[in-house]
Nanobody, 118 residues
Framework: QVQLVESGGGLIQAGGSLRLSCAAS????????MAWFRQTPAKEREFVAV????????YYSDSVKGRFSISCDNAKKTVDLQMNSLKPEDTAVYYCHAYSPRTGTNYWGQGTQVTVSS
């Protein structure tokens, strides 16, 4: 069982920066791929970024590449998403996600709202 708790969302003007953090707890965390997704009322939940606890492999959606950065802190057991040059279209509820390639198990956090004003 893995528990994920997001924090750091809020209201920000376009062009600004926010840092989201996901506190992870549970067994065998190092075996999970850690990711961020986002969702608006008008769209299905979409992939934002993914990494491993070793931070040796990262992937980003085209819409955030070059602006967002995902990283894991093994000591703190957190997964952060640094978001720069924010745009109004980045407005969404952001969810932390853990996936076990070994078992196929998925875990989700409760989400944190990010609102970017123009």
């Amino acid at each position: 069982q893995v528990q994920l708790v997001e924090s750091g969302g809020g209201l920000i003007q376009a062009g600004g920066s926010l840092r989201l953090s996901c506190a992870a707890s549970g067994r065998s965390l190092s075996t999970y791929a850690m990711a961020w997704f986002r969702q608006t009322p008008a769209k299905e939940r979409e992939f934002v970024a993914v990494t491993s606890w070793r931070n040796d492999v990262t992937y980003y959606s085209d819409s955030v590449k070059g602006r967002f950065s995902i990283s894991c802190d093994n000591a703190k057991k957190t997964v952060d998403l640094q978001m720069n040059s924010l745009k109004p279209e980045d407005t969404a509820v952001y969810y932390c996600h853990a996936y076990s390639p070994r078992t196929g198990t998925n875990y989700w956090g409760q989400g944190t709202q990010v609102t970017v004003s123009s």
